[in-house]
């Protein structure tokens, strides 16, 4: 049986909006809206969808680098969103995130082995000595070179210094990695490079990851479930062959028809959608998708459909397989 590292359940992150004189709450921008998935201890489960459809915010509300407003995170048997602050800084070195702009998560004023060296002094892992031999040999395992301990952010290129902001999340020996974007900002090039380190790391190191990003060919590379996002709420999760070949949510139907094939020749059938996604601020009522969805029923506009198994360990949120 797979052991579950990491489970979400009924995740929401609101943010107030304020008006008035007095600054008083007027709404709501429900970016997270009522998530729930599981991680098994060893895989990667990809996280995808359009910019602002709440990917970012789940993974920082799962290590409650923002405060989630409701919900449960449980890592290892136990509620991250119930943990005194104390209980939260010894869990966090099990959890660690990378972060999408390599050179703003890096502090410019300190050497590359001073930040690497930092989370071990916060959570109190060896002597001066021991640290600065694995931040030596944290840089090696990661492509670089023991020198570059001395050099700034500011003098490596941009794989190279996400390969840094690699190692920092390395440091502390843990279990999970919320990996946000991490090559989004990269050369094509440098993002396979990039992609490659993370899969020989997870075997190296037996990592859990939860890889958020927009890219659905990266998705597919290197996740082994993936689920899809829509304005703050997961439509659909499989296994990541089985959504890729047989994507049964309309919006995922979409995204999957916008990818470009390797055969020039082969003709695919391109789903436009209409509208504009709506704003988090002012969800649509029922099925948040049904005012761009051409197969979009009366019960989508009032009924909100539930995430359910339509076939073997692959769920969706559609009422046309309710």
């Known amino acids: 049986m797979d052991q579950q590292l990491l489970t979400v359940n009924n995740l929401k992150k609101y943010f107030p909006i304020r008006g008035g004189i007095l600054g ?10 009522d998530v729930s998935f599981a991680v098994k201890k060893g895989e990667t489960l990809g996280l995808v ?14 290590l409650r680098l923002i405060e989630p407003t409701a919900g449960q995170v449980m890592f290892q048997g136990k509620d991250v969103t119930q943990m005194t602050d104390e209980e939260l800084r010894r869990t966090r070195r099990n959890m660690q995130m990378v972060f999408q702009d390599p050179f703003a998560s890096l502090n ?50 941009g794989g190279q210094r996400q390969r840094i902001g690699i190692a920092r999340a390395l440091a502390v020996h843990p279990q999970l990695i919320i990996a946000d974007e991490p090559v989004s900002a990269l050369d094509v090039s440098v993002q396979s490079q990039v992609l490659n380190l993370m899969q020989d790391l997870q075997r190296e190191f037996d990592l859990t990851y939860v890889f958020i990003a927009h890219d659905l060919c990266v998705v597919k590379h290197i996740s082994d479930r993936v689920g899809v996002m829509y304005l703050g709420r997961l439509v659909e999760l499989a296994e ?12 995922t139907q979409a995204l999957l ?7 020039p020749d082969q003709v695919r059938e391109r789903i436009i959608l209409q509208g504009d996604v709506p704003s988090p601020a002012n969800a649509p009522a029922g099925c948040a998708f049904h005012t761009r969805c051409a197969q979009s029923m009366d019960i989508c506009k009032s009924v909100r459909p539930v995430l359910q198994d339509s076939s073997t360990e692959h769920y969706v949120a559609c009422h046309l397989y309710n």
């Open 49 to 62: 969808g359009e910019s602002g459809c709440g990917k970012s915010t789940t993974g920082r509300s799962i």
């Open 108 to 157: 410019p004023r300190h050497s590359v082995g001073r930040i690497l060296e930092e989370p071990m002094i916060v959570h109190k892992i060896g002597n001066s000595k021991e640290r600065k031999e694995r931040v030596m040999h944290l840089l090696e395992v990661v492509g670089l070179d023991a020198s570059h301990a001395r050099r700034y952010p500011h003098q490596f290129s």
């Open 240 to 251: 990541k062959d089985e959504l890729y070949n047989n994507p049964k949510h309309p919006y």
């Open 24 to 33: 008083r709450e007027v709404g709501q921008v429900k970016a997270v809206d």
């Open 257 to 263: 028809s916008a990818v470009p094939g390797i055969d």
